[in-house]
């Protein structure tokens, strides 16, 4: 019974331990060693494999990104070109309508006459109308 409870340390390849308890049956030891041998061939299978997809197409992954940066930096610096040029160009316009809208304003204030009333003398003209339209309104 003291051997049931007794530890065996089995290493892995990663230097990490498990502990098992002592099998009795010898074969099941057998067993289990092959087993994690299999396990530990199998990973070393993989670990190869990684290592020959790894050195095969880590350039390629390596070349697509630093594209991939490239090619964003440029939309980027373009898109703040066209926005300055869309705004300079916006800019100009109002300019433009602006000074239109101020030149067919100054037309218009030309087109007054000089002479015109001001807008006191309408006030008392105003005032004159309605009070000879009331007297004679009266009588």
Do not use: C, G
């Amino acid at each position: 019974m003291d051997d049931l409870n007794e530890n065996v340390t089995l290493r892995l390849r990663s230097n990490e331990t498990m502990s098992f308890y002592l099998l009795q049956d010898d074969e099941m030891k057998k067993e289990i060693r092959e087993l994690f041998e299999s396990e530990r061939h199998k990973l070393r299978l993989n670990q190869i494999a990684r290592e020959m997809v790894y050195s095969k197409y880590f350039p390629f992954f390596m070349i697509a990104i630093a594209a991939y940066l490239i090619l964003s930096l440029i939309w980027v610096f373009y898109n703040i070109n066209s926005y300055r040029k869309q705004k300079k160009e916006l800019i100009e316009k109002e300019r433009f309508y602006l000074q239109l809208e101020n030149k067919r304003l100054l037309e218009r204030y030309n087109e007054v006459p000089i002479d015109a009333p001001t807008s006191s003398e309408r006030i008392e003209d105003i005032k004159n109308i309605q009070i000879s339209d009331y007297f004679t309104a009266q009588s």
